[in-house]
Nanobody, 123 residues
Framework: VQLQASGGGLVQAGGSLRLSCAAS????????VGWFRQAPGKERESVAA????????YYNDSVKGRFTISRDNAKNTVYLQMNSLKPGDTAVYYC?????????????????WGQGTQVTVSS
């Protein structure tokens, strides 16, 4: 599976962005997908994740109520809708995929990673 993240950009605090993670291959529905972010000088952290069918989701406490993860398996795409953005959300955002949902909590075991997309939130 090859993953392509897009949708990042520069936005003012309080604004919104929607990130997309497009996957190649016809077996995308067999992969759970997660979004991660890494800010300069900080460790990578998990932001949100979604199961293969979309019926189970996970959110980092820092984004609950502001971010929404969803997927369209017919389009081989996972989305991250980010609302009420804060300067602290500034980071490079990555998507990753693995057949097992709970593996998304263990960075070293995740099977596939996409390239990052920069999100910058100005105050």
């Amino acid at each position: 599976v090859q993953l392509q993240a897009s949708g990042g950009g520069l936005v003012q605090a309080g604004g919104s962005l929607r990130l997309s993670c497009a996957a190649s291959g016809r077996t995308f529905s067999t992969y759970a997908v997660g979004w991660f972010r890494q800010a300069p000088g900080k460790e990578r952290e998990s932001v949100a994740a979604i199961s293969r069918s979309g019926d189970t989701t996970y959110y980092n406490d820092s984004v609950k109520g502001r971010f929404t993860i969803s997927r369209d398996n017919a389009k081989n795409t996972v989305y991250l809708q980010m609302n009420s953005l804060k300067p602290g959300d500034t980071a490079v955002y990555y998507c990753a995929a693995d057949p097992v949902f709970f593996v998304l909590s263990d960075y070293g075991r995740i099977a596939y990673w996409g390239q990052g997309t920069q999100v910058t939130v100005s105050s």
